[in-house]
């Protein structure tokens, strides 16, 4: 009945999936969301974007539909596989990135205390990374004054990579991982940020074990995947990029020659 709720239980699939159903059902019951993985807790269950994904491209049927809560216990994170804890990090770096440079610094000073999940560090960082992102989404719920997409650093080339491998190669953390190594590089050939910013980012990457390249890509499907991207507005990207550590910016200025190139030496 209306008056019910469905409880999401488990990752960020489970909790895009589940609120869908929410929005949708009875034309919208509430929805509480409990994520299970480091991704879904700093990311996917905080903001309300609830969707599926189709062949030509990532979440690009769905809603808005806030959820009535969001309880996440940390001790669920001793359950995930190494490599799904690993791919969570990215959201949680990504938020250092765009608009908190304290936080990215933390991550830089407590690297092994994160990856080996200690308490007190480990609820500092998801709680700022959830407050980042739920201050945004606070000041932009549907994103449309662009500020809820500067959400979206490494998303643009990081779905284009999901979507051109099926969904099955990549985690979603790690195409995001490989997508932010490509939007700083764009940032530094856009004369935004500099050559150290972006060897900064890539070194706290590789340090959390997530991927700075991606051998073997085919260029010109992800450029095709690119266009389709959610962020496009006359047929220009929109794209999310870097003027500094913590410092985000939206452009849609960026010469295709040079994604083109930088797309090329992350698949090399």
Request: hydrophobic share 45%; glycine share 10%; with cysteine.
């Amino acid at each position: 009945e209306r008056g019910n709720a469905i409880i999401a239980l488990g990752g960020g699939m489970v909790g895009d999936l589940a609120g869908f159903v929410a929005a949708t059902f009875l034309r919208g019951v509430s929805v509480v969301q409990v994520p299970t993985s480091l991704v879904a807790m700093v990311d996917a269950a905080v903001g309300g974007k609830t969707a599926v994904n189709l062949p030509v491209g990532k979440n690009l049927v769905g809603a808005f539909h806030q959820p009535r809560a969001v309880l996440a216990d940390l001790g669920t994170l001793r359950t995930l596989p190494p490599r799904e804890l690993t791919s969570g990090w990215a959201e949680a770096i990504k938020h250092g990135l765009i608009l908190d440079a304290s936080l990215l610094q933390l991550f830089e000073e407590s690297g092994d205390a994160l990856m080996a999940l200690e308490p007190e560090v480990t609820t500092e960082v998801i709680r700022r990374s959830m407050a980042i992102k739920a201050g945004i989404v606070e000041e932009d719920e549907r994103e449309t004054k662009g500020r809820r997409t500067l959400l979206n650093y490494g998303h643009t080339i990081g779905h284009a990579l999901e979507a051109t491998t099926g969904y099955s190669h990549l985690l979603h953390g790690e195409a995001v991982s490989a997508g932010m190594v490509a939007a700083a590089e764009i940032s530094h050939g856009m004369g935004l940020l500099p050559r150290e910013a972006v060897e900064r980012q890539s070194r706290l990457l590789r340090r959390f074990g997530l991927p700075t390249s991606f051998p073997g890509g085919a260029t010109q499907d992800i450029l095709k995947a690119v266009e389709l991207d959610k962020k496009v507005t006359s047929r220009a990207v929109n794209w999310v990029l870097l003027e500094g550590i913590g410092q985000a910016t939206l452009r849609s200025d960026v010469p295709r020659e040079l994604v083109r190139s930088v797309v090329d030496a992350l698949c090399k």
